[in-house]
């Protein structure tokens, strides 16, 4: 199939790869140039000048920006009209269902279908087709290009209707920042009673408290104090905010994860852009002032 | 060894059970004569008619009750006194740290040992000796004690000082309450948008928010609806009551640990003192109006 | 001036007759025709079929609706289209600034000025013209309708751009709704622990902690048990859920709003519909399990 | 009477002269001889050199130190066997409930009667003989040292039994501390909507969502930015951490409360000892960086 792909950030380059690797013919666009220009040289991949070049012809079209926001706003200035009808937009940016309802409703008046397809599994699992994808909306516009999905994604799921994808990714990354910091409150005041976080883990991960972060996370990143750079918090605040206001609009009294929101945001004000989600844990130190070591 | 065993609950029935057939010399005595009565019949097993008689002359005493201040209580009464000089006490309730500190100081001035071991693993983990056991105290104390703790515990962990045992159970608890509520808001509020639960547990148990919650609680007993009696809420809300404590104790601000000891609280009220502690998802699902199945 | 109003609410009734009996020409219209039809016969006043005919010829228009979402809705249908050019919509719904702004850029396409001017005071204020009205919007524009707002306000304050008076309100709100949580969070505990209610309010109301809820609405209506209906719950959650979305949009941190908004609507679903906004405080006599009176 | 005054804090000090110069016969302890020194030069005023000597012939003894702890501690080293049976003891300090309620226990062996006297109003109330002094105990007790306490206390409120007076300071601070904390947060996200402060605290403090941190603390402190040093921060953590602790005791669950009491302690840790306690508004405005000014 002919696939425009828009946004080639640290996981859209290799998604977009392995697409043309898979066999499809790929045109690229990039808000910055250079860097579509230097990923095109890795193939047979064209450039194109604008969004609008780029989805003119296209089958398939896949964004991947920051933001549901930042989709949008690619697709006004004229994208919208130049989409070809009938075709489908994959959009695996981690959005917000209110947007991408707004962005398929406006596509559905040009008979174009619109899937969200977040993904999880990080930049290793972009590059290894490994990814998780959860995708939102029709069922049939969803098989007619699973094929382009299945070039990224090993684990492929209808969740819904349009922004049920979002949501769940959404959902997903609520609890993960809620048992970053439930864990983190737990070993910091174990710690200053006198409990080594290692034994605690050791208990904890045989025990019903147990999630994947404390059976991975700390061990790996906090207890090594390590703290690799893989996911910044600052994607994190923005994806548990997208929780948060899923719950209200949807009336859904949820205080732990509207709790996990601010504490996101201003562990992110305190931490600043480059600090990885796990440093969050760092904040809950200070204010105990005792480390998980 | 003599071994005394104050406290034939649930749990502690089959943990008695396992003494006396590891052959030690067990006494039994229960507030309510006729279950240590029933119980005794199960083999050579004598029955104390007051807890100072069931303490003299043993080598090693295990209480198991509801609350440390349960067992505070029990001592009073001239059983502080009756305890042999040099003897050891361990403590299977799930305690809080400060009262196990204040009765292991009394049980200093008598030389005698305090360990802090409550257990986890639940009535079939007591029976098939196959529990998790925390252990606060001395290392020494705990060495001597070691083979009457292996008649039940298989996993056995030295946390800490006196008390530790208790603070690392209770912590564990929090964390099993925090993920219980996280993920119930989470699933009441995709199922709102038209995520059915089983969908968004697949996502979520093969991404990075997964917890024992998410990958077996809900989908046993929550989506099932069988929501089966293992283990009160009651409980849930005395031990997270105990995490809550200790975080204020240890000067840990802690907004997640505080919340969730009053959501358990809240839901505690609300259900009933025979409720279980996965039932806490139906006030989520109350308040959101709609149902996680 | 020529004046249409939509919405005869509660409030908006007797805002309407005061801009009668002030000598505007007035035209109102309302969803259900007969209570405009019975309002009409108070005097001198034109009742419209639809709200294009009511918003035509006009000089200005006030709406008076449940929400900003019901403003927007009968916007649409023409009436925006229908609006003369150069006039002013003063908008006195608990709105929320969002939608507002989105409402007076379309109206600005049409060279109307929009501004967002909810009330406080109650329905006794609008009989008695001793409203505070707080006014988002052009500086020029609020002083060119000034004589209408004039008629049912006594503080007119202008907050700022548009949105800004809805800001105002729904922060009012939400620090109303937690002065009546924590007010009743503190008297139930001391209940509890043996303190009368009015001798704790005594202290309280000559110290620091002192608040409108504790001086007014505490002694007046929860000791007395009278619990009047002068407000229901229902608008407070739809208010306090306002000023809730606002700090996270303008991504303040705020833990207390939040949480006071899911307080406010899980209140609202136990409660039902009917309940007054002060009858919160029975939800926290159930939790706690004392009354305070 | 004689009596006994033990702590000369900032506090203390004025309180003591008031009972001076009403005639009583006082002796005086401080922890700091020095200040005790420096203090009796005031007047007819003896100094003791341990706590012992301070109250043994005293018909009334007054503590006002800064923890409950404290009281006990001095109060321990044979203090308890130095005092006159038939005596009472008033105790002044911003206590606990609990340990209140463990001193008295201890006291009523040796037919002491205790009083816990928390005292609002500050350093100025108490040079005036102004303050609102909370009393909890035996109105017995109460009324044979009100002639001590009159000398300090203009508004004199017998709350309940031991720990009363204790508990409702306690919960005004509580109080205090969520509308300082929720003015702020609400300041903070207008302000960045683009509402000045003052304008909004002119519509609030005449409306509904007004308490005295609005009404005066604010305007007088935030706004001028003048953030006077009058009552530290750490002095309301503790209280409010007191206030929480009191609710968990008492079983009510109090989501606000114990959430603002965090709120105080991670401020505490960031602000340090010196900072007083409405700089608070700082960590908000941190947070969600703008000013309220």
Known sequence: MRVAFLGLGAIGRPMALRIARAGHQLTVWNRTAKRADDFARAGDIAVAPTPMDAVRDADVIVTCLSTSADVEEVLNDGVFEAITHGTTLIDCTSGDPATSRRIAARLAAWNVAFIDAPVSGG??????????????????????????????GKKIVHCGPVGAGDAVKAMNQALLALTIWGTGEALVALAKLGVAPQVALEVINSSSGRSNASMNLFPERVLTRAFPRTFRLALLDKDVRIAAQIARDEKVPSPLVQLAADLCTLSHVDLGEEADHVEMVKVIERWGQAEVQ
């Open 123 to 152: 930049v290793k699992g972009a590059e290894e087709g490994t990814l998780t994808v959860m995708c939102g909306g029709e069922a049939d516009a969803l098989e007619r290009v699973r094929p382009v999905i299945e070039a990224f």
